[in-house]
């Protein structure tokens, strides 16, 4: 079992960043896969980058590509997405989830965080 707690969401103004953070529970925090997914009102939830348990590989939505970052320390047990340039698209509720395979499909994950709220101003 792995819990999940995101935060570092928040308002701002278009162009400015966000460090977003999970932070998980567990002992096998390397054997997973991390990902960030993102639900903007009235939308479907949308994959937005995910890492590999070594940190080794990473993918990422075109349309962050270049924007955001993502990055793991397991011995802190945490997964991190920078946020840069950031857009009023961008207004989400971001999600972070844990799981078995580098994948941008939902089902691939396991274990799903309550999520973060970040709110991007024009």
């Known amino acids: 079992q792995v819990q999940l707690v995101e935060s570092g969401g928040g308002l701002v103004q278009a162009g400015d960043s966000l460090r977003l953070s999970c932070a998980a529970s567990?002992?096998?925090?390397?054997?997973?896969?991390m990902g960030w997914f993102r639900q903007a009102p009235g939308k479907e939830r949308e994959f937005v980058a995910a890492i590999s348990g070594s940190g080794s590989s990473t993918y990422y939505a075109d349309s962050v590509k270049g924007r955001f970052t993502i990055s793991r320390d397991n011995a802190k047990n945490t997964v991190w997405l920078q946020t840069n340039s950031l857009k009023p698209e961008d207004t989400a509720v971001y999600y972070c989830?844990?799981?078995?395979?580098?994948?941008?499909?939902?089902?691939?994950?396991?274990?799903w965080g309550q999520g973060t709220q970040v709110t991007v101003s024009s």
């Open positions: 567990g002992r096998t925090f390397s054997s997973y896969t």
């Open positions: 989830a844990a799981g078995r395979a580098l994948s941008r499909l939902e089902f691939a994950y396991d274990y």
